[in-house]
């Protein structure tokens, strides 16, 4: 597989972290192991089921983009057992900040105010007392985030796809954290006032089958509160095959504000804030982070 050429540039490099950071990464991890080129199958566009056509080569895969609604994606890909393992590696969250000394108070830091400022714009235009809401996010990893609503007074249920990480979410939270795929998890209709998942939908086998669960599971009065990195990023057009965002074998499809807005649509959700700004809390010190808040409509 191409490695990105290291580049000596402090933004570079320090937004290349705070990726990590968002969502552990898989540094060290199976991602680089050329292992997993005889595993992969090539992918369709999840709206208009077309293949895309080449942006950039990355070693086994590409970045295509789809002709008729302009959706980015990964093919060929890891196949769905490949990326069962990947995630089931403890090494990728352990390769990265969460596990090791130097970095982790300032990962621990950025996290915090994440979750503060994700918190605080998922509170925003909804009336009422937050204590007794109910809260679902996926992807929880080490359970960060929900320890922070729950400080808040939400009641708080976790769903991880890494089973090393629901152990330690669980061991954090002191509550049973479902593992697996949102669709498998058995979560009742209507449970939730929110739902959130933070760096999770580039991730997912097909984004609209998960908004479409996510819509099942949210009140119809809830928000689904969501990040991505986004393709129309100055980051993204700048550093083109070389943004540390493209990881291919975890981020499969790759959002812009508009092709965002229509897999919710299409969901059931109309987006009502989208937030890019890297000097918000939500999403601090990351140049190529959206995040936003949809309703049911
Ligand atoms: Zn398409």
Redesign the pocket.
């Known amino acids: 597989m191409d490695r990105p050429r290291r580049i000596p540039c402090p933004v570079y490099r320090w937004q290349a972290g705070v990726g990590g950071m968002a969502e552990a990464g898989a540094v060290g991890g199976l991602a680089g192991n050329d292992g997993w080129s005889g595993r992969l199958e090539e992918a369709l ?1 999840f ?2 089921r ?1 293949p895309g056509g080449e942006l950039y080569g990355l070693g086994a895969h590409r970045v295509v983009r ?1 002709p ?4 980015v994606f990964i093919s060929p890909r890891l196949r769905a057992d490949a990326r069962v393992e990947l995630y089931a590696d403890a090494s990728y969250f352990e390769g990265g900040i969460y596990g090791n000394g130097t970095h982790w108070s300032m990962a621990a830091a950025l996290q915090r105010t994440w979750s503060a400022g994700r918190l605080g714009l998922m509170e925003d235009g909804v009336p009422g007392p937050v204590r007794g809401r109910t809260l679902l996010e996926v992807g929880c990893a080490y359970g960060w985030f929900l320890a922070a609503a729950r400080e808040r007074g939400y009641e708080v249920t976790g769903l991880e796809y890494s089973a090393p990480a629901a152990v330690r979410a669980a061991e954090l939270l002191g509550v049973d954290i479902h593992v697996g795929e949102l669709g498998e998890a058995g979560l009742a209709e209507g449970a939730f006032d929110a739902v959130a998942f933070w760096d999770v939908i580039e991730h997912v086998s097909d984004p609209l089958a998960f908004l479409r669960e996510v819509r099942r599971v949210v009140r119809p009065a809830g928000i689904a509160a969501f990040s991505c990195p986004y393709f129309d990023s100055v980051p993204a057009r700048l550093f083109r095959s070389r943004w540390w965002a493209l990881k291919p074998t975890e981020h499969i499809w790759h959002f812009t504000s508009r092709t965002l807005r229509s897999v919710f649509e299409d969901a059931g959700f109309r987006i009502r804030v989208l937030r890019r700004n890297p000097l918000l809390r939500a999403n601090l010190g990351r140049l190529d982070s959206i995040v936003g808040i949809a309703v049911p409509v």
């Open positions: 566009c709206r208009c077309l789809c008729s609604c302009r959706q």
